[in-house]
């Protein structure tokens, strides 16, 4: 039996939200708790999963994992024809790893020993950058702006364009999105302080949206009658691109009519001097508002789906990252 090209890129897919597009489906979940836990010990997400799915749908096999897609696939005419993407289901975060400093020469004259651990992390997570990275500058609907252009793609310099991810200068692959990533956290900030849910709703998505509307709620339940709370960003220290991943997640027959069938997904480390002021109807500050700028490290995971051109394909907050500076 011949399966068509986009069932056999379901095999290297992650999960597949195919339940609420077809009840009678129960699609795989990609499990990610021992990659996880195998490239950073320290990392903590701010959005809590349900692993009673993930066990569940973890005993499926190949092939009752393709016959879950295939049958899927037998309705998706229906779903489109009803202005439904079918493909635009919550997706798991991606095995995105955070760096670390790696002190080689301290640890050796000093402690006389070599963390073996840390260099295998970054260098895993530079592999992986790299192949993102690759498919990425294939792609002309990520890169817009054209910003890489046919000199600049060749055999010869794009080995090392590749490695670029964490790149900051003005030339680096990656630089024009980086405005995108520094206003996306900006608004998702001042909206989680001011109780903004529509606000929220453009530039987060899935448990994170739901966990900041949560926060937003407490702020404004705990906030006394007449009173405001204004958040500031002071200063812009630096924004880096520690993780990026890629992966086809639309397996529809027919290729999209724009763009592609990746899905994208960025851990961006910003670090920034920000406060809270807490003012009266009269934007009098209060006592407890009288706080200094504080220097505040935080690394979100943000989402892009190639293959929607419309505001669900666009950049948006999927995930926090915790990790011990």
């Not at 009840?23 to 990659?35: E, F, G």
């Not at 009803?82 to 955070?98: C, F, H, K, Q, R």
């Not at 690759?134 to 990520?142: A, E, I, N, S, T």
């Not at 505001?311 to 990790?323: M, P």
């Amino acid at each position: 039996m011949s399966l068509p090209l986009p069932l056999r890129l379901a095999r290297s897919t992650h999960a597949l939200h195919l339940r609420a597009v077809f009840p009678l489906v129960r699609a795989p979940q990609r499990r990610l708790k021992s990659r996880r836990a195998s490239s950073s010990a320290t990392v903590q997400t701010g959005v809590t999963r349900d692993k009673s799915k993930e066990d569940e749908f973890g005993q499926l096999d190949e092939d009752e994992k393709l016959a879950a897609v295939e049958k899927a696939l037998k309705v998706e005419h229906i779903w489109r024809r009803m202005g439904y993407d079918m493909w635009s289901e919550p997706a798991e975060t991606l095995d995105v790893i955070v760096p670390k400093k790696n002190h080689f020469l301290r640890n050796l004259f000093t402690r006389f020993t070599v963390d073996t651990s840390t260099m295998k992390n970054n260098l895993l997570n530079a592999c992986k950058n790299a192949m993102a990275m690759y498919h990425l500058g294939q792609d002309p609907v990520f890169f817009r702006s054209t910003r890489i252009r046919a000199p600049q793609w060749t055999p010869l310099t794009a080995p090392f364009q590749v490695f670029g991810a964490r790149r900051t200068d003005s030339r680096a692959w990656l630089y024009e999105h980086k405005d995108t990533f520094v206003n996306l956290y900006k608004d998702m900030s001042s909206a989680t302080i001011s109780n903004d849910t529509v606000t929220l709703k453009r530039v987060a998505r899935d448990e994170l949206l739901k966990s900041l509307e949560q926060t937003a709620a407490a702020y404004a339940k705990a906030a006394a009658p007449r009173e405001r709370r204004e958040w500031t960003m002071h200063a812009l220290k630096s924004v880096k691109v520690e993780s990026i991943r890629t992966t086809p997640m639309m397996m529809s027959h027919k290729p999209p009519e724009t763009g592609s069938r990746l899905l994208v997904q960025a851990l961006v480390r910003i670090e920034s001097e920000q406060s809270l002021r807490v003012t009266d109807h009269k934007r009098r500050p209060l006592p407890k508002g009288q706080w200094e700028p504080k220097r505040v490290v935080e690394r979100v995971v943000f989402e892009r789906r190639l293959w929607n051109t419309g505001r669900d394909g666009e950049w948006k907050a999927k995930d926090k990252v915790y990790d011990e500076e």
